[in-house]
């Protein structure tokens, strides 16, 4: 789940992928895109196989939900071998066992829950995969098991549903998500100019540090609103009253998503008092 708190139509994003098409987009990397759009996965999941040129067997990151003709289309990118999870929300997890199970290769992830055949991954791993060097970026925020593979070998990094193609992420519901959050987004910011981004859901983009800058001013922008927020209605509000005040622009069936993200806004300022 990205929760993006603007939906974005199907399809409308230039030079995205149609479902199913696989769709070089580094040296390194291709995207088939699950078709499962909707206003919390924009146009639907990314599946990203990584495979050095000239090698024969690659990884999959993030083989989505159960479908069978995704799965599909995944299994004939082959061999497969490693899977690999950028967190556990089922739009980009559920079908990880019957997928590696069908191609016989183990699932790696920072969630010790959706690993098989293998140790779980830790901040800093570098895995030696496909003719690639790939390195392990924690992040968390979204989840806190959210995590972004970083490939060296073509200056890209895949970043889940910790920073999106288009529009914003919504924050995970555990103590601390959004101080977590930006701290990840700070990393991110550190990555060489040119870094692609390589996301769940919606278009690669040019420049992941930029691109984190950018989600780094909009979370100060709704700080503010928020402190704007309490400043009329007192310093103990419920998230639905910050809400309707911050996200008036936004389509109401959002909401929900956006309580989430209020609240962790919310702990975030008594955190810090700021």
């Known amino acids: 789940m990205s929760g993006r708190p603007v939906p974005g139509p199907t399809g409308d994003a230039p030079g995205h992928p149609a479902y199913e098409q696989l769709r070089p987009v580094t040296e390194a990397a291709a995207v088939v895109l699950a078709e499962n759009p909707s206003p919390m996965t924009l146009d639907g999941t990314n599946s990203w196989i990584l495979r050095a040129p000239g090698q024969a067997g690659c990884v999959v990151v993030d083989p989505g939900p159960e479908d069978a003709t995704h799965l599909d289309r995944l299994a004939g990118c082959g061999p497969v071998e490693l899977v690999l999870l950028t967190h556990r ?48 970026l924690v992040t968390p925020g979204h989840t806190d098991d959210s995590l972004c593979l970083v490939v060296d070998d073509d200056g890209s990094v895949l ?14 519901d555990y103590d601390g998500a959004l101080t977590d959050y930006l701290d990840s987004l700070r990393r991110l910011a550190e990555l060489p100019p040119g870094t692609t981004l390589l996301p769940g859901h919606g278009p690669d983009l040019p420049d992941a540090g930029e691109t984190a800058r950018s989600y780094l001013r909009h979370r100060e922008q709704r700080l503010d609103q928020v402190r704007a927020a309490l400043h009329e209605l007192g310093p ?36 810090t008092r700021s």
């Open 236 to 271: 103990d509000p419920t998230p639905r009253r910050v809400v309707e005040i911050v996200y008036a622009d936004v389509d109401e069936s959002l909401w929900p998503a956006a309580d989430q993200s209020v609240a962790a806004q919310l702990a975030h300022l008594r955190r």
């Open 159 to 172: 970043t889940g549903d910790t920073v999106l193609g288009r529009g914003t992420t919504v924050l995970g």
């Open 89 to 136: 929300h089922l739009d980009h997890s559920e079908a990880a066992r019957t997928f590696a199970q069908r191609v016989s290769a183990p699932v790696r992830a920072l969630d010790p829950t959706l690993v098989l055949g293998a140790e779980g991954l830790g901040a800093g791993e570098r895995l030696a995969v496909a003719g690639l060097d790939l390195r392990v």
